[in-house]
């Protein structure tokens, strides 16, 4: 597991197409018990180097019920991306998606390489298209169709603060949910 995370570390695969160069940024461990696949860092976590050290990282452990201790425990929790460096913004605006080259390369043998997952959360449509293929983020946070293995959430970003409102259930039925599995997960 130390040499493939240095080795993902040390990914210059689509260099080209960074534009802020390549960074990966991932967490795991052989002895992991849960797996959280979201969608690309942004840029402050890419200054930073750690995952999730942004507004959406605050939203996700509130959701989660985990301290910072526990969230960056990288023995019981592993962080993979679908891309694993922050790919650049939409002319439009809004971060540009994973790039596509990223998962198929790392993905398959950084799962391998933690054979005690027992929970993976699916933040955000991307991570949600690669592990159960096409469908719609909003019916599958609500309808959990890759339980027991796979949770779906919304990916934790500002967006998902109306998203939430007019989705009440996610915090009064999906949550509590979350929370339970969660924790069995990491007993
Ligand atoms: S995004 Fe993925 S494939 Fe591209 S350089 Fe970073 S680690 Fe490598």
Redesign the pocket.
């Known amino acids: 597991m130390k040499e493939l995370l240095e080795s993902?570390?040390a990914?210059?695969?689509?260099?080209a197409?960074?534009p802020l160069g390549?960074?990966?940024i991932?967490r795991g461990s052989p002895t992991a018990r849960m797996l959280i696949v979201s969608q690309?860092p942004g840029t402050k976590v890419h200054i930073s180097g750690t995952p999730w050290t942004d507004a959406s990282g605050h939203r996700l452990r509130a959701w989660l019920n985990l301290t910072p201790e526990v969230f960056y425990d990288e023995a019981r929790i592993g962080i993979l991306p679908m891309?694993?460096?922050y790919?650049g913004v939409l002319p439009k605006g809004g971060d540009k998606p994973?790039?596509p080259?990223?998962?198929p390369?790392?993905h398959p043998p950084l799962l391998a390489a933690m054979p005690m997952v027992r929970l993976v959360l699916l933040a955000g449509g991307y991570a949600q298209s690669r592990y159960l293929g096409p469908g719609l983020m909003t019916e599958r946070v609500r309808g959990q169709p890759g339980l027991p293995r796979f949770f779906c959430l919304p990916h934790p970003s500002w967006r998902t603060v109306g998203w939430a409102m007019r989705n009440p259930w996610f915090e009064t039925e999906t949550l509590p949910i979350l929370r339970d599995a969660v924790s069995a997960a990491l007993r």
């Open positions: 993902a570390r990914c210059q695969l689509c260099a197409h960074l390549p960074r990966p991932l690309a891309g694993l460096c790919p994973p790039r080259e990223c998962a390369l790392w």
